[in-house]
């Protein structure tokens, strides 16, 4: 016996060992993605003060051109920050909440969703990501 060890389960170890690693890359990958969607949502309400038509349409856009599936959220999560806003113009699966700051102050909470798709299983898990933007100040009422 010249090897403490065969080749077989030396292959087994080496494909595990690959298929984990490129596990952790894809989710990695895909995490990446998704945060900069929310990056891109947030900065497209920083920039137009708030959710209105103009900032649907840049979210539209943006969303459109990053390659984020389109559809829509049957319901969004119920969250304690600030009531949910009707995401009826995004065409693509994003939940909005406003909360009411102190001073005239505001800001948005925004939800999106990575989708890992399973081959081997036959199915597709949803898994949420939420950020926050910066605080608005409402110049008028």
Same mark, same amino acid.
């Given at each position: ?13 080496? %494909?595990?060992?690959?298929?984990? *690693?490129? =596990? ?6 895909? !995490?990446?993605?998704?945060? &900069? ?43 304690? %920050?600030?009531?949910?806003?009707? *995401?009826? =113009? ?6 909005? !909440?406003?909360?009411?700051? &102190? ?39």
């Amino acid at each position: 016996m010249k090897e403490a060890i065969g080749h077989i389960p030396l292959y087994n170890f080496l %494909i595990i060992f690959i298929v984990i *690693t490129f =596990g952790f890359l894809s989710a990695t990958l895909t !995490y990446y993605k998704a945060f &900069k969607v929310n990056s891109r949502i947030a900065y497209a309400l920083e920039e137009f003060e708030g959710y209105n038509s103009e900032s649907i349409q840049e979210i539209n856009r943006v969303l459109g051109s990053m390659g984020y599936r389109t559809g829509s959220v049957k319901e969004c999560p119920k969250k304690t %920050i600030g009531a949910s806003i009707a *995401t009826n =113009g995004v065409n693509h699966p994003v939940c909005i !909440y406003e909360s009411k700051l &102190k001073n005239g102050y505001f800001n948005y909470g925004i939800v999106t969703y990575i989708y890992l798709d399973i081959p081997v299983l036959g199915g597709t898990f949803k898994v949420p990501v939420y950020t926050e933007s910066e605080r608005i100040f409402k110049f008028s009422s």
